[in-house]
Nanobody
Framework: QVQLVESGGGLVQAGGSAKLSCAASQTIFYDDVLAWYRQSPGKQREFVASITGGGKINIVPSVKDRFSISRDIIKKIAYLDMTNLRPEDTGVYYC??????????????WGQGTQVTVSS
């Protein structure tokens, strides 16, 4: 099945930056979607940003001025660039991928998550 491997998390000072990577085992086609979610302590998992193979981007308004998402089709990697990090950005960041096949079947997988901790 499709595998997603996340990396780039760690301890960051408030105001600092981090770049997360999500490496996929499956080629990303035009309508396939890679997305980032996060789950802060005691909260539900929430959507952060997504990008399609064709380059369509969605970013949640609360972070749109600080985060950006991109993808490298050849390397099969989605990135989440985070700047001006705040303590409330702390959480586990997960990569989600959705692949739609020609027969209509959909593959939907999650990465293992990477911890981002922002110190005040």
């Amino acid at each position: 099945q499709v595998q997603l491997v996340e990396s780039g998390g760690g301890l960051v000072q408030a105001g600092g930056s981090a770049k997360l990577s999500c490496a996929a085992s499956q080629t990303i086609f035009y309508d396939d979607v890679l997305a980032w979610y996060r789950q802060s302590p005691g909260k539900q998992r929430e959507f952060v940003a997504s990008i399609t193979g064709g380059g369509k981007i969605n970013i949640v308004p609360s972070v749109k001025d600080r985060f950006s998402i991109s993808r490298d089709i050849i390397k099969k990697i989605a990135y989440l660039d985070m700047t001006n990090l705040r303590p409330e950005d702390t959480g586990v960041y997960y990569c989600n991928g959705r692949w739609t096949h020609n027969n209509g079947d959909v593959d939907d997988f999650w990465g293992q998550g990477t911890q981002v901790t922002v110190s005040s």
